[in-house]
Protein backbone atom coordinates (compact mmCIF):
# COMPACT_ATOMS: atom_id res chain seq x y z
CA UNK A 1 0.00 0.00 0.00
CA UNK A 2 1.12 3.64 -1.10
CA UNK A 3 0.64 7.06 -0.97
CA UNK A 4 -1.37 8.50 -4.08
CA UNK A 5 1.24 11.50 -3.44
CA UNK A 6 -0.74 13.13 -6.98
CA UNK A 7 -3.93 13.01 -5.04
CA UNK A 8 -2.27 14.05 -1.98
CA UNK A 9 -1.01 17.54 -3.05
CA UNK A 10 -4.20 17.94 -5.22
CA UNK A 11 -6.14 17.56 -1.94
CA UNK A 12 -3.63 19.89 -0.24
CA UNK A 13 -4.46 22.51 -2.82
CA UNK A 14 -7.11 23.83 -0.18
CA UNK A 15 -4.54 23.94 2.89
CA UNK A 16 -2.39 25.84 0.70
CA UNK A 17 -5.14 28.31 0.05
CA UNK A 18 -6.02 29.11 3.54
CA UNK A 19 -1.81 29.42 4.42
CA UNK A 20 -1.97 32.03 1.58
CA UNK A 21 -4.95 33.64 2.77
CA UNK A 22 -3.71 33.68 6.54
CA UNK A 23 -0.07 34.97 5.43
CA UNK A 24 -2.19 37.97 3.87
CA UNK A 25 -4.27 39.03 6.68
CA UNK A 26 -1.04 38.87 8.83
CA UNK A 27 0.69 41.10 6.80
CA UNK A 28 -1.43 43.81 5.12
CA UNK A 29 -4.32 44.25 8.03
CA UNK A 30 -2.12 45.40 10.89
CA UNK A 31 -0.79 47.84 7.94
CA UNK A 32 -4.78 49.02 6.91
CA UNK A 33 -6.26 49.45 10.49
CA UNK A 34 -2.87 51.58 11.98
CA UNK A 35 -2.15 53.47 8.78
CA UNK A 36 -5.60 54.15 6.94
CA UNK A 37 -8.03 54.33 10.09
CA UNK A 38 -5.63 55.19 12.47
CA UNK A 39 -6.56 52.43 15.25
CA UNK A 40 -4.03 52.43 18.04
CA UNK A 41 -1.82 49.69 18.74
CA UNK A 42 -4.35 48.14 21.39
CA UNK A 43 -7.50 48.19 19.33
CA UNK A 44 -5.94 46.94 16.26
CA UNK A 45 -4.09 44.16 18.53
CA UNK A 46 -7.84 43.06 19.34
CA UNK A 47 -9.11 42.74 16.16
CA UNK A 48 -5.76 40.86 15.10
CA UNK A 49 -6.81 38.43 17.95
CA UNK A 50 -10.29 37.72 16.98
CA UNK A 51 -9.56 35.07 14.46
CA UNK A 52 -7.83 32.70 16.96
CA UNK A 53 -10.99 33.73 19.45
CA UNK A 54 -13.49 32.65 16.50
CA UNK A 55 -11.45 30.23 15.89
CA UNK A 56 -11.71 28.16 19.75
CA UNK A 57 -15.75 27.84 18.97
CA UNK A 58 -15.76 27.95 14.81
CA UNK A 59 -13.08 25.06 14.08
CA UNK A 60 -14.80 22.52 16.26
CA UNK A 61 -17.91 23.41 15.61
CA UNK A 62 -17.70 23.12 11.34
CA UNK A 63 -15.67 20.28 12.02
CA UNK A 64 -18.53 18.54 13.91
CA UNK A 65 -21.11 19.96 11.21
CA UNK A 66 -19.23 18.44 8.38
CA UNK A 67 -19.20 15.01 10.02
CA UNK A 68 -23.05 14.94 10.04
CA UNK A 69 -23.31 16.32 7.03
CA UNK A 70 -23.63 14.16 3.87
CA UNK A 71 -24.48 15.01 0.04
CA UNK A 72 -23.39 14.63 -3.04
CA UNK A 73 -20.59 16.11 -3.09
CA UNK A 74 -19.17 14.83 -0.43
CA UNK A 75 -19.33 15.84 3.80
CA UNK A 76 -16.48 18.54 3.09
CA UNK A 77 -16.63 19.61 -0.32
CA UNK A 78 -20.04 21.79 0.79
CA UNK A 79 -18.37 23.57 3.42
CA UNK A 80 -15.00 24.18 1.21
CA UNK A 81 -16.91 25.56 -1.62
CA UNK A 82 -19.02 27.88 0.94
CA UNK A 83 -16.61 28.86 2.94
CA UNK A 84 -14.26 29.92 0.30
CA UNK A 85 -16.92 31.82 -2.80
CA UNK A 86 -17.63 33.79 0.76
CA UNK A 87 -14.16 34.52 1.86
CA UNK A 88 -13.12 35.65 -2.26
CA UNK A 89 -16.06 37.73 -2.29
CA UNK A 90 -15.67 39.67 1.30
CA UNK A 91 -11.65 40.11 0.72
CA UNK A 92 -12.02 41.62 -2.06
CA UNK A 93 -14.52 44.27 -0.33
CA UNK A 94 -11.94 45.24 2.10
CA UNK A 95 -9.75 47.55 0.07
CA UNK A 96 -12.35 49.38 -2.04
CA UNK A 97 -13.25 50.14 2.08
CA UNK A 98 -10.06 50.65 2.28
CA UNK A 99 -9.34 53.07 -0.52
CA UNK A 100 -12.88 54.72 -0.04
CA UNK A 101 -11.76 55.63 3.73
CA UNK A 102 -8.38 57.30 2.68
CA UNK A 103 -9.73 59.49 -0.18
CA UNK A 104 -13.01 60.48 1.90
CA UNK A 105 -13.03 59.31 5.92
CA UNK A 106 -15.94 58.25 7.66
CA UNK A 107 -17.52 56.17 10.74
CA UNK A 108 -19.83 54.40 8.30
CA UNK A 109 -16.54 52.89 6.40
CA UNK A 110 -15.05 52.34 9.21
CA UNK A 111 -17.67 49.98 10.73
CA UNK A 112 -18.45 48.47 7.32
CA UNK A 113 -14.43 47.27 7.30
CA UNK A 114 -14.34 45.68 10.85
CA UNK A 115 -18.10 43.80 10.21
CA UNK A 116 -16.66 42.93 6.77
CA UNK A 117 -13.42 41.92 8.41
CA UNK A 118 -15.45 39.87 10.66
CA UNK A 119 -17.39 38.26 8.20
CA UNK A 120 -14.84 36.97 6.35
CA UNK A 121 -13.24 35.60 9.70
CA UNK A 122 -16.55 33.64 10.13
CA UNK A 123 -16.30 32.57 6.08
CA UNK A 124 -12.68 31.10 6.37
CA UNK A 125 -13.87 29.24 10.30
CA UNK A 126 -16.54 27.93 8.10
CA UNK A 127 -14.35 25.44 6.07
CA UNK A 128 -10.70 25.21 7.91
CA UNK A 129 -11.62 22.38 9.53
CA UNK A 130 -13.56 20.14 7.39
CA UNK A 131 -10.36 21.03 5.08
CA UNK A 132 -8.06 19.69 6.90
CA UNK A 133 -10.76 16.71 7.64
CA UNK A 134 -10.88 16.06 4.10
CA UNK A 135 -7.08 13.87 3.66
CA UNK A 136 -7.76 11.80 6.62
CA UNK A 137 -11.34 11.04 4.92
CA UNK A 138 -9.77 10.03 1.46
CA UNK A 139 -6.25 8.63 2.95
CA UNK A 140 -5.72 5.19 5.00
CA UNK A 141 -4.89 5.37 8.47
CA UNK A 142 -1.17 4.05 7.86
CA UNK A 143 -0.43 6.33 5.05
CA UNK A 144 -1.94 9.79 6.99
CA UNK A 145 1.49 10.79 8.10
CA UNK A 146 3.03 10.65 5.07
CA UNK A 147 -0.14 12.56 3.51
CA UNK A 148 -0.35 15.15 6.33
CA UNK A 149 3.42 15.68 5.18
CA UNK A 150 2.25 16.68 1.58
CA UNK A 151 -0.70 19.21 3.20
CA UNK A 152 1.60 21.03 4.90
CA UNK A 153 4.44 21.88 2.73
CA UNK A 154 1.26 22.75 0.65
CA UNK A 155 0.49 25.09 3.29
CA UNK A 156 4.11 26.51 3.32
CA UNK A 157 4.13 26.72 -0.35
CA UNK A 158 0.73 29.20 0.07
CA UNK A 159 2.49 31.28 1.86
CA UNK A 160 5.59 31.84 0.16
CA UNK A 161 3.37 32.34 -3.25
CA UNK A 162 2.07 35.39 -1.44
CA UNK A 163 5.35 36.59 0.57
CA UNK A 164 7.13 36.60 -3.48
CA UNK A 165 4.53 38.06 -4.62
CA UNK A 166 4.11 40.96 -1.76
CA UNK A 167 7.78 41.32 -2.59
CA UNK A 168 7.59 41.82 -6.10
CA UNK A 169 4.23 43.78 -6.20
CA UNK A 170 5.09 46.24 -3.18
CA UNK A 171 8.90 46.72 -3.19
CA UNK A 172 10.01 49.83 -1.13
CA UNK A 173 10.73 51.64 -4.19
CA UNK A 174 6.92 51.44 -4.87
CA UNK A 175 5.41 52.24 -1.67
CA UNK A 176 8.14 54.65 0.13
CA UNK A 177 6.44 58.01 0.76
CA UNK A 178 2.76 57.25 -0.24
CA UNK A 179 0.46 58.91 1.80
CA UNK A 180 -1.60 55.28 1.43
CA UNK A 181 -1.42 52.67 -0.45
CA UNK A 182 -3.56 50.61 -2.46
CA UNK A 183 -3.59 47.05 -1.71
CA UNK A 184 -5.67 45.55 -3.99
CA UNK A 185 -4.29 44.23 -6.21
CA UNK A 186 -2.65 42.02 -3.95
CA UNK A 187 -5.85 40.90 -2.60
CA UNK A 188 -7.27 40.23 -6.13
CA UNK A 189 -4.31 37.80 -6.75
CA UNK A 190 -4.68 35.80 -3.69
CA UNK A 191 -8.27 35.53 -3.75
CA UNK A 192 -7.20 34.03 -7.27
CA UNK A 193 -5.12 31.77 -5.85
CA UNK A 194 -8.09 30.73 -3.29
CA UNK A 195 -10.80 29.91 -6.69
CA UNK A 196 -7.94 28.45 -8.38
CA UNK A 197 -7.10 25.73 -5.86
CA UNK A 198 -9.98 25.00 -4.46
CA UNK A 199 -11.73 24.86 -7.76
CA UNK A 200 -9.49 21.70 -8.57
CA UNK A 201 -9.92 20.79 -5.67
CA UNK A 202 -13.51 19.98 -6.85
CA UNK A 203 -12.55 18.88 -10.11
CA UNK A 204 -9.61 16.08 -9.25
CA UNK A 205 -11.14 14.63 -6.07
CA UNK A 206 -14.17 13.09 -6.01
CA UNK A 207 -14.38 12.99 -2.08
CA UNK A 208 -17.48 10.67 -1.78
CA UNK A 209 -15.86 7.95 -3.77
CA UNK A 210 -12.51 7.87 -2.40
CA UNK A 211 -14.06 8.53 0.82
CA UNK A 212 -16.12 5.24 0.45
CA UNK A 213 -13.06 3.65 -0.86
CA UNK A 214 -10.95 4.31 2.19
CA UNK A 215 -14.30 3.38 4.72
CA UNK A 216 -13.51 -0.22 2.47
CA UNK A 217 -10.55 -0.30 3.12
CA UNK A 218 -9.98 0.34 6.47
CA UNK A 219 -13.35 -2.06 7.06
CA UNK A 220 -11.09 -4.90 5.71
CA UNK A 221 -8.35 -4.22 8.01
CA UNK A 222 -10.16 -4.16 11.88
CA UNK A 223 -6.31 -4.25 13.12
CA UNK A 224 -5.79 -0.53 12.27
CA UNK A 225 -8.08 0.63 14.70
CA UNK A 226 -6.71 -0.88 17.91
CA UNK A 227 -4.65 1.94 18.94
CA UNK A 228 -4.41 1.21 23.20
CA UNK A 229 -7.89 2.06 23.70
CA UNK A 230 -9.15 0.61 26.70
CA UNK A 231 -12.59 2.06 26.18
CA UNK A 232 -12.57 3.87 29.76
CA UNK A 233 -11.66 7.01 29.17
CA UNK A 234 -10.24 7.80 32.71
CA UNK A 235 -6.66 7.11 32.86
CA UNK A 236 -5.18 9.57 34.94
CA UNK A 237 -1.05 10.53 34.29
CA UNK A 238 1.48 10.02 36.93
CA UNK A 239 1.97 12.64 39.01
CA UNK A 240 5.44 13.54 37.91
CA UNK A 241 4.29 13.09 33.82
CA UNK A 242 1.35 15.43 34.42
CA UNK A 243 3.99 18.30 35.56
CA UNK A 244 6.50 17.80 32.84
CA UNK A 245 3.11 18.31 30.44
CA UNK A 246 2.06 21.35 32.32
CA UNK A 247 5.26 22.97 32.37
CA UNK A 248 5.52 21.75 28.55
CA UNK A 249 2.04 23.48 27.53
CA UNK A 250 3.93 26.71 29.58
CA UNK A 251 6.45 26.59 27.19
CA UNK A 252 4.42 26.31 24.02
CA UNK A 253 2.26 29.26 25.14
CA UNK A 254 5.29 31.45 26.05
CA UNK A 255 7.00 30.70 22.66
CA UNK A 256 4.12 31.34 20.61
CA UNK A 257 3.56 34.65 22.73
CA UNK A 258 6.93 35.85 21.82
CA UNK A 259 6.84 34.52 17.66
CA UNK A 260 3.37 35.79 17.05
CA UNK A 261 4.16 38.93 18.10
CA UNK A 262 6.99 39.20 15.82
CA UNK A 263 4.50 37.94 13.04
CA UNK A 264 1.67 39.73 13.61
CA UNK A 265 3.38 43.32 14.00
CA UNK A 266 6.56 43.11 11.75
CA UNK A 267 5.51 44.82 9.08
CA UNK A 268 3.69 47.53 11.22
CA UNK A 269 7.01 47.81 12.91
CA UNK A 270 8.80 47.74 9.92
CA UNK A 271 6.81 50.82 8.73
CA UNK A 272 7.02 52.76 11.88
CA UNK A 273 10.70 52.43 12.95
CA UNK A 274 12.78 51.55 9.30
CA UNK A 275 10.16 53.54 7.44
CA UNK A 276 10.30 50.61 5.18
CA UNK A 277 7.39 49.73 3.11
CA UNK A 278 5.30 45.98 2.51
CA UNK A 279 8.45 44.69 0.37
CA UNK A 280 11.34 44.43 2.24
CA UNK A 281 9.09 43.26 5.46
CA UNK A 282 7.24 40.51 3.26
CA UNK A 283 11.23 39.25 2.15
CA UNK A 284 11.99 38.80 5.99
CA UNK A 285 9.23 36.76 6.52
CA UNK A 286 9.95 34.81 3.90
CA UNK A 287 13.26 34.21 4.43
CA UNK A 288 12.14 32.80 7.91
CA UNK A 289 9.54 30.71 6.25
CA UNK A 290 12.12 28.98 3.83
CA UNK A 291 14.63 28.87 6.49
CA UNK A 292 12.25 26.91 8.01
CA UNK A 293 11.06 24.53 5.25
CA UNK A 294 15.14 23.70 4.75
CA UNK A 295 15.84 23.29 8.08
CA UNK A 296 13.30 20.26 9.04
CA UNK A 297 15.12 17.56 7.34
CA UNK A 298 18.36 18.14 9.28
CA UNK A 299 16.56 18.91 12.43
CA UNK A 300 15.21 15.46 12.02
CA UNK A 301 18.72 14.37 11.95
CA UNK A 302 19.96 16.16 15.05
CA UNK A 303 17.01 15.34 17.47
CA UNK A 304 17.50 11.82 16.67
CA UNK A 305 21.22 12.07 18.06
CA UNK A 306 20.75 14.43 21.00
CA UNK A 307 16.73 14.49 21.86
CA UNK A 308 14.02 16.44 21.34
CA UNK A 309 14.13 18.30 24.48
CA UNK A 310 18.23 19.38 23.49
CA UNK A 311 17.07 20.56 19.91
CA UNK A 312 13.98 22.39 21.10
CA UNK A 313 15.86 24.29 23.56
CA UNK A 314 18.81 25.03 21.18
CA UNK A 315 15.85 26.78 19.39
CA UNK A 316 14.92 28.69 21.69
CA UNK A 317 18.27 30.43 22.74
CA UNK A 318 19.09 31.01 19.32
CA UNK A 319 15.20 31.97 18.42
CA UNK A 320 15.94 34.67 21.59
CA UNK A 321 19.05 35.96 20.00
CA UNK A 322 17.73 36.25 17.20
CA UNK A 323 14.89 38.53 18.50
CA UNK A 324 17.25 40.96 20.52
CA UNK A 325 19.32 40.86 17.50
CA UNK A 326 16.29 42.15 15.80
CA UNK A 327 16.06 45.09 18.10
CA UNK A 328 19.86 46.09 17.85
CA UNK A 329 19.45 46.09 13.97
CA UNK A 330 16.65 48.03 13.35
CA UNK A 331 18.06 50.15 15.44
CA UNK A 332 21.08 50.53 14.32
CA UNK A 333 20.04 50.59 10.97
CA UNK A 334 17.56 52.63 8.85
CA UNK A 335 16.75 50.29 6.05
CA UNK A 336 16.56 46.26 5.81
CA UNK A 337 19.75 45.05 5.02
CA UNK A 338 21.88 41.82 4.22
CA UNK A 339 22.30 40.69 7.97
CA UNK A 340 18.69 41.58 8.42
CA UNK A 341 18.05 38.53 6.27
CA UNK A 342 20.76 36.01 7.38
CA UNK A 343 19.20 36.83 10.62
CA UNK A 344 15.56 35.91 9.61
CA UNK A 345 16.77 33.27 7.93
CA UNK A 346 18.26 31.79 11.37
CA UNK A 347 15.01 32.43 12.84
CA UNK A 348 13.43 29.62 10.72
CA UNK A 349 15.92 27.59 11.35
CA UNK A 350 15.44 27.98 15.54
CA UNK A 351 11.50 28.13 15.28
CA UNK A 352 11.57 24.67 13.12
CA UNK A 353 13.97 23.16 15.86
CA UNK A 354 11.20 24.11 18.51
CA UNK A 355 8.12 23.25 16.27
CA UNK A 356 8.89 19.74 14.21
CA UNK A 357 10.06 18.73 17.98
CA UNK A 358 7.13 19.94 20.11
CA UNK A 359 3.84 18.31 19.23
CA UNK A 360 5.77 14.76 19.36
CA UNK A 361 6.78 15.45 22.79
CA UNK A 362 3.56 16.55 23.82
CA UNK A 363 1.56 13.09 22.45
CA UNK A 364 4.94 11.08 23.71
CA UNK A 365 3.45 11.45 27.05
CA UNK A 366 -0.52 10.31 26.42
CA UNK A 367 -1.85 6.93 25.33
CA UNK A 368 -2.73 6.26 21.68
CA UNK A 369 -6.55 6.52 22.33
CA UNK A 370 -5.51 10.12 23.95
CA UNK A 371 -3.48 11.29 20.97
CA UNK A 372 -6.66 13.29 19.90
CA UNK A 373 -7.02 15.08 22.97
CA UNK A 374 -3.71 15.63 23.90
CA UNK A 375 -3.13 17.34 20.55
CA UNK A 376 -6.00 19.53 21.87
CA UNK A 377 -4.00 20.65 25.06
CA UNK A 378 -1.48 21.42 22.52
CA UNK A 379 -3.42 23.79 20.51
CA UNK A 380 -5.41 25.26 23.22
CA UNK A 381 -1.75 26.61 24.55
CA UNK A 382 -0.76 27.89 20.93
CA UNK A 383 -4.03 29.56 20.42
CA UNK A 384 -4.59 31.21 23.53
CA UNK A 385 -1.36 32.93 23.25
CA UNK A 386 -1.89 33.67 19.66
CA UNK A 387 -5.21 35.20 21.06
CA UNK A 388 -3.36 37.19 23.84
CA UNK A 389 -0.06 38.31 22.26
CA UNK A 390 -1.11 41.18 19.65
CA UNK A 391 -3.30 42.54 22.36
CA UNK A 392 -0.07 42.90 24.44
CA UNK A 393 2.56 43.37 22.23
CA UNK A 394 0.26 46.14 20.60
CA UNK A 395 -0.17 48.07 23.87
CA UNK A 396 3.23 48.21 24.86
CA UNK A 397 4.20 48.72 21.65
CA UNK A 398 2.03 52.21 22.27
CA UNK A 399 2.49 53.11 25.76
CA UNK A 400 6.40 52.42 25.44
CA UNK A 401 7.69 52.57 22.06
CA UNK A 402 7.24 50.22 18.85
CA UNK A 403 11.16 49.37 19.72
CA UNK A 404 9.80 47.07 22.37
CA UNK A 405 8.19 44.65 20.05
CA UNK A 406 11.73 42.40 19.37
CA UNK A 407 12.44 43.04 23.58
CA UNK A 408 8.87 41.58 24.06
CA UNK A 409 9.52 38.69 21.73
CA UNK A 410 13.06 37.70 23.07
CA UNK A 411 11.72 37.61 26.59
CA UNK A 412 9.06 35.44 26.25
CA UNK A 413 10.74 33.26 24.12
CA UNK A 414 13.69 33.49 26.92
CA UNK A 415 10.94 32.34 29.16
CA UNK A 416 10.23 29.02 27.49
CA UNK A 417 13.88 28.28 28.15
CA UNK A 418 13.39 27.90 32.10
CA UNK A 419 10.29 26.02 31.95
CA UNK A 420 11.29 23.60 29.08
CA UNK A 421 14.11 23.06 32.11
CA UNK A 422 11.14 21.03 34.11
CA UNK A 423 9.85 18.84 31.12
CA UNK A 424 11.13 15.64 32.05
CA UNK A 425 9.14 13.22 29.56
CA UNK A 426 8.87 13.04 26.28
CA UNK A 427 11.97 12.98 25.40
CA UNK A 428 12.11 10.03 23.14
CA UNK A 429 14.94 10.85 20.25
CA UNK A 430 12.82 11.26 17.08
CA UNK A 431 13.87 8.82 14.18
CA UNK A 432 15.41 9.96 11.38
CA UNK A 433 13.03 10.56 8.23
CA UNK A 434 14.53 11.59 4.55
CA UNK A 435 13.09 13.25 2.04
CA UNK A 436 8.84 14.40 2.30
CA UNK A 437 8.42 12.32 5.56
CA UNK A 438 10.75 14.56 7.30
CA UNK A 439 7.73 17.31 7.29
CA UNK A 440 4.90 15.21 8.77
CA UNK A 441 5.23 17.08 12.34
CA UNK A 442 5.32 20.50 10.62
CA UNK A 443 2.22 22.64 12.02
CA UNK A 444 1.78 26.72 12.06
Known amino acids: MKLNYGRTFVVGLA????????????????????????????????????????????????????D??????????????????A?????????ILDNSYAAEPNSFKMISFVVTLGLLLIA????????????????????????NAVINLMGALGGIIYLAAAAVLYPNAKTAGLA??????????????????????????????????????????????LAEDDGSGNEKLPADVKRSLGFLLASIA??????????????????????????????CLLIATA????????????????????????????????FFMGFVLTTLFKSINIIMFVCFALVGLAWAAINVNSLPMVVEMCRGSDVGKFTGYYYTASMSAQIITPVLAGTLMRLISYKS???????FVLLSFVTMRQVKHGDQKAEIKTGLDAYENMDE
Not at 87 to 95: F, H
Open 254 to 283: LWFTGYNAVTTWFTTYVSVVMGQGLGGAST
Open 405 to 411: LFIYAGV
Open 124 to 147: MGTYRSPAVALMPDVTPKPLRSRA
Open 68 to 85: KHNTKIGRRMPFILFGTG
Open 15 to 66: FLSICAFWQMYDNIVPLILTNTFHLNETYSGAIMAADNILALFLLPLFGSFS
Open 291 to 322: GAIVSYIPIGALAAKIGRKKTIMSGIILLSVM
Open 87 to 95: AVILMNILP
Open 180 to 225: HVNYQILFIFVSAIMFVSVGLLFLLVKEPVLAAETRALEAEHPEWN
